[in-house]
């Protein structure tokens, strides 16, 4: 099958694009062939994915075909799916995103939902305050928000186009997120240290980023990816803030990368007592910390 087989003069129904789409997508080695192709023609049918079985008959209009051309086009390029789409789902709320910032992935939700779960347990689980570093599309804080109730909740990124996009992923799932502008590599000024702080922050390092698949190379943004140093950069800087900015009595949680844990542990033991999490495929991937006793206690 070759491309000049996608014929724009002739009709084509949603059903013949899906099996003429998936088996093109196959050849060029494009992941999950026909979920790819299922999600774009809901795109341009601007339809669900149960309203697209029922439409399969359905000829496509000359606009409609030349935008998912146009789409088809982008993907075997290898621009990501969710960026062409404009959309992902995460922790299952909608998330609009583009190349300003990173697209949420799966290990996140694990990290949210570790977050989650610690907030529940506590006698006090309102009126904590909880800042979400490095918030690209708003995702872990507006989850946040939208599981925990009568909170302050605070997003923080260095990129204001990556904060443009949180504030819009706020209003659409409609919560109340603050989200400001702050380089955590400078000064942070705050009036009251933070009850819960959460991130994922860029780990991958400088000589990693060249294992990378085109898709996150080329098209993520390098900033939410890497820290352009060995993948610790982020982690030393947290170790020293979290003096000031995380309360007494306070916790955090964090992501971090494939083979990163001991070097992680050893980071923050000394001042921080540590759990470590893993991912669902076992993976050593967040670590819960809190300031050793010994600190509350003086
Ligand atoms: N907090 C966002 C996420 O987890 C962005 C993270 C980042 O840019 N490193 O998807």
């Not at 209009?61 to 799916?81: A, G, H």
């Not at 992902?88 to 977050?115: C, D």
């Not at 443009?164 to 009036?191: G, W």
């Amino acid at each position: 099958m070759s491309e000049q087989s996608f014929n724009i003069t002739k009709i084509w129904t949603a059903l013949e694009l899906l099996k003429w789409g998936t088996s093109y997508f196959i050849e060029k080695d494009i992941e999950s062939p026909r979920l790819t192709m299922e999600l774009m023609l809901c795109e341009v049918l601007k339809c669900s994915r149960i309203q697209l079985y029922v439409q399969y008959e359905k000829p496509l209009t000359d606009k409609e075909l030349s935008d998912l051309k146009l789409m088809i086009s982008k993907r075997v390029q290898r621009e990501p799916l969710q960026y062409i789409i404009g959309k992902t789902e995460f922790y299952g709320l909608p998330f609009f995103v583009n190349a300003s910032v990173l697209i949420p992935r799966p290990e996140t939700e694990i990290l949210v939902q570790k977050t989650i779960h610690y907030i529940q347990t506590l006698s006090e689980k309102s009126n904590l305050s909880i800042i979400d570093i490095g918030t690209g599309s708003g995702c872990i804080a507006i989850c946040l928000a939208k599981h925990l109730m009568r909170n302050r909740i605070v997003g923080i990124d260095i990129s204001e186009s990556a904060l443009k996009v949180a504030r819009q992923n706020a209003t659409t799932n409609e919560v109340n997120v603050e989200f400001i502008r702050r380089d955590i590599f400078k000064e942070l000024k705050v009036k009251q240290p933070f009850d819960i702080i959460i991130s994922n922050p860029p780990y991958i390092s400088s000589e990693d980023m060249q294992e990378l698949e085109p898709e996150l190379l080329n098209y993520e943004p390098k900033i939410a990816l890497t820290d352009s140093s060995d993948g610790f950069e982020f982690y030393r800087r947290f170790v020293k803030i979290f003096k000031d900015i995380l309360s007494i009595g306070g916790t955090f949680f964090l992501e971090f990368g494939f083979g990163q844990s001991d070097k992680i542990l050893e980071l923050f033991t000394c001042d921080y007592e540590c759990i470590i999490h893993n991912d669902l495929s076992g993976i050593p991937r967040i670590i819960q910390g809190k300031h050793k006793t010994s600190i509350i206690e003086k």
